[in-house]
Nanobody
């Protein structure tokens, strides 16, 4: 069982930066793929970025490439989402997710077994 707790959301202006954190419980954090998803009002939850535990490879949704960075710190059981040059369309609830299966599509919700409660990010124009 893995518990995930996100933090770091808030209200910012367009162009600002935020860093989200996701703290995970459990001793095998380093063996989980980690992902960040987001859900805006009235929309489906969508993939933002993910990192594979086996290779360290990272993946990004096209609209956040070059602006967002996912970083994991296995010593702290924490994964971070650094968000720069934020835009109003980035406004959403951001969720952290963990998955134990290695060979799965990193962008799919079904590839993850555990989810955090979400943290709100609001970007004003």
């Amino acid at each position: 069982q893995v518990q995930l707790v996100e933090s770091g959301g808030g209200l910012v202006q367009a162009g600002d930066s935020l860093r989200l954190s996701c703290a995970a419980s459990g001793r095998t954090f380093s063996s989980y793929n980690m992902g960040w998803f987001r859900q805006a009002p009235g929309k489906e939850r969508e993939f933002v970025t993910g990192i594979r535990w086996s290779s360290g490879n990272t993946y990004y949704e096209d609209s956040v490439k070059g602006r967002f960075t996912i970083v994991r710190d296995n010593a702290k059981n924490t994964v971070y989402l650094q968000m720069n040059s934020l835009k109003p369309e980035d406004t959403a609830v951001y969720y952290c997710a963990a998955g134990s299966r290695s060979i799965v599509p990193i962008r799919q919700l079904s590839s993850y077994d555990y989810w955090g409660q979400g943290t709100q990010v609001t970007v004003s124009s």
